[in-house]
């Protein structure tokens, strides 16, 4: 399929400009610390005990002390949100980059993990060169207290040996649980381990102590490789011949080490310092339970929540993070808000679909001894509810809906959850925004899926249609699940019969019409649901387009 350059460039061109720069900076701090300890006075003894094991470790370590530093910066949420929500501050493309901060984030991950094997590989090789060149004339270098010390003795009795192996083994665990396997069926497991990243930070904050490795003090009365007292230039080695063609190559002093200040702190403390800053502020701003107004039961195992917090705002497309201490006092999972508070009603919402062990533990907190699979119409329960506390809310891509003239809405099953927040932000007459025109498109497996938020889609459409915009909203429905198939016989529900399909949308055709109506237009497509779907949509939006319409995609994810 033909790629188009322009559309390349407003989908990828971004994200592959700060992956380059990323990348540059990388090489940049790998080659610059690389060629300081191997050709740098200051560490000409140690770089001859150690030979090129001191200049690939230390290389190493400057690329883990920029990568670590920006996974925190990746994880402050708020900061994110706070960034993305000023539209004085950042432009559209701005915000459509710190939409794949999650990316970044799992990038700067994998670089951590492949530089710490590096970082470890060549530490070995360095222990290995401490007990077997142990220096008599420069006995403040030696890291051995002896000569053929047993180098796993070394790393065991030693601070930065005993913290390094801490550190890969909370870095295997980390690296372990974050599989994509592992995040699916164990969620708990993925989050208690990747929490270990608070006891991560404090260790490598004391991986430097102890001075392992130590630079000259004194160039200038001691330049490397200067003959010293009681010693003749045939003890030299043949490289250091080359220095001694004048009388000023005798030493003045013996050589004066001192230990390599550390780097990790000037690297770390910044990004810390504000990602606890933070931390502290979103849990204040989540001590206070919500209240929870009612709870309602959806088919295909689907629990509606309404709540009620004081002073809650949010906008259209974001998430909230949720915490049940009767389920799990340390567990905390994303959901998207499905209706935003507004200034008539304060209440806003959420929609779980029952997957896992900590939604099934709190749909039986909500409603207990309940028969979710015998239910088809919603049904609304009233009893005392757990405490339930929520963080947020947080940005998403789907923020942007409003800011395009035209938008295409793509969702998948239960994906339609952020969609659902903007369809209520229309109802309810929300003013101020660019959207001219939107497309909602809905694929589900089951028919009882769209029960979810029928009622919703015919309001809009009676809303719409009173007001003679009927073509502002158009809208498809997709069941590709043709096993028992019945329609909504229902007539309030007779707007979504008329716009029923069955089977899988012709996404290229779609795409090709929704060109032609809108001719020179940047179109924001917008897709949550399956990898299928979204990944035939992104190869979609970049390919070759007639008519000049640009399709930029932003995509949705609940991992």
């Known amino acids: ?199 991560f930070y404090i260790i490598l904050m004391m991986h430097m102590v102890g001075g392992v490795l130590k630079y000259q003090s004194n160039i200038e009365a001691h330049p490397p490789g200067c003959l010293r007292p009681n010693q003749s230039s045939a003890e030299q080695h043949v490289d250091d011949l080359e220095q001694l063609e004048d009388d000023d190559s005798s030493c003045k002093e013996d050589a004066h080490f001192e230990p390599h200040y550390p780097q990790t702190w000037l690297w770390v403390s910044g990004p810390l310092c504000l990602y606890c800053v933070e931390r502290l502020y979103r849990c204040i701003r989540s001590s206070a339970p919500v209240t929870i107004v009612t709870v309602i039961r959806h088919p295909c195992d689907v629990i509606e929540l309404r709540m009620l917090k004081k002073d809650f705002k949010a906008r259209p497309g974001q998430y909230i993070v949720l915490n049940c201490p009767s389920v799990s006092s340390f567990e905390n999972h994303p959901f998207t808000l499905t209706k935003c508070p507004t200034v008539n009603k304060e209440t806003f919402g959420i929609h779980l679909r029952v997957v896992g062990d900590w939604t099934e533990r709190f749909t039986q907190q909500l409603l207990p001894q309940s028969r979710m699979d015998l239910e088809i119409l919603p049904m609304v329960q009233q009893r005392a509810y757990p405490k339930l506390y929520i963080d947020g809310p947080f940005g998403s891509p789907s923020e942007e809906v409003f800011n395009y003239d035209v938008s295409l809405c793509v969702a998948g099953g239960i994906g339609v959850t952020p969609f659902a927040c903007v369809l209520h932000a229309l109802l309810d007459g929300w003013r101020g925004f660019r959207l001219q025109r939107l497309y909602f498109v809905w694929v589900c497996r089951e028919l009882q899926s769209f029960y979810w938020f029928a009622e919703l889609l015919c309001a809009l459409h009676q809303k719409l249609w009173e007001e003679n915009r009927p073509d502002y909203f158009n809208l498809k429905l997709y069941v590709s699940q043709v096993d028992n198939l019945h329609s909504m016989s229902e007539e309030r529900f007779r707007p979504l019969s008329s716009r029923m399909l069955v089977g899988r949308p012709r996404w290229k055709h779609l795409l090709d019409e929704i060109g032609k109506r809108n001719k020179q237009k940047r179109v924001g497509v917008f897709c949550c649901g399956p ?10 939006c970049n390919s070759a387009r007639s008519r000049g319409t640009t399709f930029e995609f932003n995509k949705e994810s609940f991992s």
């Open 1 to 199: 399929m033909a790629v188009s350059l322009r559309s390349w460039v407003a989908n990828e061109g971004g994200k592959h400009l700060v992956l380059m720069l990323w990348l540059g900076a990388n090489a940049w701090l790998f080659l610059n610390t690389f060629l300081l300890f191997s050709t740098g006075q200051q560490y000409h003894y140690l770089y001859k005990m150690l030979g090129v094991g001191v200049c690939i470790s230390r290389a190493s370590a400057s690329v883990l002390n920029l990568n670590c530093s920006l996974l925190l910066l990746t994880m402050c949420r708020s900061v994110l949100t706070f960034i993305r929500g000023t539209h004085v501050v950042s432009s559209r493309k701005t915000r459509r980059l710190l939409d794949k901060s999650k990316t970044f984030h799992v990038a700067c991950g994998i670089a951590v993990c492949l530089f710490s094997v590096v970082h470890v590989s060549a530490h070995m090789v360095n222990v290995v060169n401490f007990s077997s060149r142990y220096s008599d004339d420069f006995p403040a270098l030696n890291l051995a207290r002896y000569r053929g010390e047993d180098p796993k003795w070394i790393i065991l009795t030693t601070i930065p040996g005993v913290t390094g192996v801490l550190l890969v083994l909370i870095l295997l665990l980390m690296l372990i649980s974050s599989s994509h396997c592992v995040r699916v069926s164990k969620y708990e497991i993925f989050w208690y381990t990747h929490n270990l990243f608070i006891i």
């Open 531 to 540: 990898k299928g779907i979204s990944r035939t949509l992104h190869r979609l």
